[in-house]
């Protein structure tokens, strides 16, 4: 079924993979319970049909659901827990709820500096979030300043002609 969605997916049918991924996520919620890492994935891939959808509403609901229950299960630091915290904000993001996109972009950058550190290639692209939430809400000094830092960074590492 998962590989039928993402043929579906692939065709552009999203309508088609919205069913089938809500057939495996109940499934997944029969067979191995709300909080399961296989459900979780489900759900979240659920979300990103529903943002594609522009059913920001309901990709939020679910977003929210498996960050309250990572949070709980493997505590605010993990990977999974950072990915989906990313994600949220990006929904918020896309539905214009620019304060709420700031409130969890602020938060990411920094555990990702403590885990992966600062010049980790998903620290710079959740610092470009950020600055990018920064620009849309006006607040291009903020902006400018994570802009830089990622540009210092990125010509230390890949040097200017990359």
Do not use: W
């Amino acid at each position: 079924m998962q590989n039928l969605a993402v043929i579906y997916y692939k065709q552009g049918h999203l309508e088609k993979v919205e069913e089938l991924e809500t057939q495996i996520l109940n499934i997944c919620k029969e067979k191995f319970g709300t909080d399961h890492p296989e459900t979780l994935k489900m759900m979240q891939n659920l979300a990103v049909i529903y943002r594609k959808q522009s059913h920001l509403g309901k990709a939020e609901e679910l977003q929210t659901q498996i960050l309250s229950i990572y949070k709980e299960k493997l505590g605010t630091d993990h990977p999974d827990t950072l990915k989906i915290m990313q994600s949220l904000a990006f929904t918020y993001y896309q539905q214009g709820n620019l304060e709420k996109a700031e409130e969890f972009g602020v938060q990411i950058p920094h555990i990702h500096k403590e885990k992966l550190g600062a010049d980790h290639p998903e620290t710079l692209e959740i610092m470009q979030n950020l600055a990018a939430t920064y620009r849309k809400q006006g607040q291009l000094e903020k902006a400018h300043e994570f802009e830089a830092q990622i540009q210092k960074i990125h010509k230390e590492k890949l040097n200017t002609d990359h």
